[in-house]
């Protein structure tokens, strides 16, 4: 399955940084990074089952969330950029 992940944590208390950092540190492990609390990639059904059983460890359920979009394959979703896409960032790199 092919899946859009973003996420909201509330920094408002000393926890929620810690809280951030573990979370995009799962994400990443599973996901590529988009944009700030944006990830996307390919999954199988048992790593979303792992991806889910991780973040539920950190996000405090009364105070962050978790969207997950989901779709059979990256070839169904129509994705469009305004402004700078990821690769106009990068291009300069060999």
Request: net charge positive; with cysteine; charged share 35%.
């Amino acid at each position: 399955m092919y899946v859009i992940l973003v996420y909201d944590i509330n920094l408002e208390e000393k926890q929620g940084n810690k809280v951030l950092r573990n979370v995009f540190k799962t994400c990443k492990k599973y996901l590529v990074h988009v944009q700030n609390s944006t990830f996307e990639g390919e999954l199988l059904e048992s790593q979303y089952v792992k991806l889910k059983k991780e973040l539920s460890q950190y996000i405090r359920k009364d105070k962050d969330s978790v969207i997950v979009f989901q779709t059979r394959s990256e070839k169904w979703l129509d994705k469009h950029f305004l402004g700078k896409k990821e690769e106009d960032i990068t291009s300069n790199f060999l």
